[in-house]
């Protein structure tokens, strides 16, 4: 079983490129989440997703965007990078339960990203 | 709004010594509660969670939690830590919302 996959896993921008990170999950899951992990910052969310077609912001979701154009798939898009989001970016998804928004998240095995 | 503290940023054991990594929570409605591990460049791994039940919740390596309303708290424990269980833990909270992470303890285990 594949999980949850992410695409790329290591990636160096320049300061103001564009790029898009893809998680991509085979277990049929309703919730997908994008989290990024800083030294001593533990995990935060960047913005998440409910269903296919839907997105909500999070904790830090300025300066990203996403989209959730199937199911499956769940992008995370920086237009112009900067510095201060090098970072490593995980994607999470879990199924849905009722009175519950999650029973267990999965997670990928990450996306390293520098900004110079 | 919901937050999770974990007040030990770094711990050392030595091997074969009893742990207890310490987990507090702030959520408004029914916690769910998880403990997760990560080893070094690798991602997430679920150790147990809690949803209701009993309190005292048993998960995978020989980990076990107890879930207390009253302090709450969440806090993780093993009788004897392997040099193998070094890694990084967070504490996590949700619900009727996407989990909240705490910012993690790294375990250092020595001979």
């Known amino acids: 079983n594949a999980g949850v996959t992410q695409t790329p896993k290591f990636r160096v921008l320049k300061t103001g490129q564009s790029m898009t990170l893809l998680c991509a999950q085979d277990?049929?899951?309703?919730?997908m989440y994008w989290y990024r992990q800083d030294p001593g910052m533990g995990l935060r969310l960047i913005h998440y997703s409910v269903g296919e077609g839907t997105t909500a912001k999070g904790e830090v979701p300025d300066g990203y965007n996403v989209s959730r154009l199937k199911k499956q798939n769940f992008l995370l898009g920086l237009e112009s990078a900067a510095p201060s989001q090098t970072s490593v970016y995980f994607c999470?998804?879990?199924?849905?339960?009722?009175?519950?928004?999650?029973?267990?998240?999965?997670f990928g095995q990450g996306t390293r990203l520098t900004v110079v | 709004a919901q937050s999770v503290t974990q007040p030990d940023i770094h711990i050392t054991v030595s091997e074969g010594a009893s742990l207890e990594l310490r987990c507090n929570y702030s959520?408004?409605?029914?916690?769910?509660l998880f403990w997760y591990v990560q080893s070094p460049g690798q991602g997430l791994q679920l150790l147990l969670k809690y949803f209701s039940g009993d309190t005292l919740v048993q998960g995978i390596k020989g980990f076990e939690a107890e879930f207390k309303r009253s302090q709450s708290s969440f806090n993780l424990r093993k009788p004897s830590v392997h040099w193998s269980d070094a890694a990084e833990y967070f504490c996590a909270v949700g619900g009727n919302t996407p989990l909240v992470f705490g910012k993690g303890t790294r375990l250092s285990v020595i001979a």
């Open positions: 277990m049929n899951h309703e919730y």
């Open positions: 959520y408004g409605a029914t916690p769910y």
């Open positions: 999470a998804s879990s199924y849905a339960k009722t009175g519950t928004m999650n029973t267990e998240a999965f």
